[in-house]
């Protein structure tokens, strides 16, 4: 059983959909009276909030070698958009960072599906780190929402969802957005580790690729292939 870093805290909620699934889906692999080894560093999301890079760089840095030094095998960042980091941390790094675009992608190739509506916070629906790693790793055709609807996203996750604030408001907004799109996409990205939650008992004519559990199933991958 390999041991994994976790990097949590961006936003706490997240990382215990993170945590807990994991272990769920290891001990299964164990048995169930079994959990497995995780190490854990959560950090304070303010650092994502004030979004100096610099500052996002350097922090993932020191936690990811850290959690190596701590004997991690592999680092797995609990959310999307800290991994804006991975380009410059991954190079200083003597263990794999466990991206969430390659969870991604893999799942869209096997589903084949092409165009692709991204949902998220700002940074993650307008920087590069996400999409254009999906572009160029999976040739996928990455859309995202009008710019009043990427402020109005951006609202709800950084102010409510991140928050553990899960309203009625949001979960219609993200409803009458993707079915916006239906009819031009094969998916909704659901690009903020919070949306699954929000959405999780929600049904729509558009396929969703959840970025939490595909991620997850990436850690317990990782962890069970001895």
Do not use: W
Not at 69 to 82: H, L, Q, R, V, W
Not at 145 to 165: A, C, D
Request: net charge negative; with cysteine.
């Amino acid at each position: 059983m390999k041991l994994l870093g976790l990097i949590g805290g961006t936003s706490y909620h997240s990382t215990l959909e993170y945590y807990r699934l994991i272990n769920e889906k290891v001990s299964l692999y164990l048995g169930k009276s079994q959990n497995p080894d995780l190490l854990l560093y959560s950090i304070n999301i303010d650092v994502m909030r004030r979004q100096d890079i610099d500052e996002i760089n350097q922090t993932y840095l020191k936690v990811s070698k850290a959690l190596q030094e701590a004997g991690a095998k592999a680092i797995m960042i609990c959310a999307n958009t800290p991994h804006m980091a991975v380009e410059f941390v991954q190079p200083k790094m003597d263990i794999p960072i466990l991206h969430i675009g390659d969870s991604v992608g893999e799942e869209a190739k096997k589903q084949t599906f092409k165009k692709l509506l991204l949902l998220g916070n700002k940074p993650t629906m307008t920087k590069d780190f996400l999409k254009k790693y999906l572009k160029d790793h999976y040739e996928l055709d990455i859309r995202i929402p009008s710019e009043s609807n990427i402020e109005k996203s951006h609202f709800f996750v950084s102010k409510e969802l991140t928050q553990g604030v899960f309203s009625n408001e949001a979960k219609s907004f993200y409803k009458e957005l993707i079915h916006e799109y239906e009819e031009s996409i094969d998916a909704v990205i659901l690009g903020c580790t919070e949306l699954p939650i929000l959405l999780r008992d929600e049904q729509a004519q558009t396929p969703f690729l959840s970025t939490t559990d595909l991620h997850i199933q990436t850690a317990v991958n990782f962890m069970t292939d001895n």
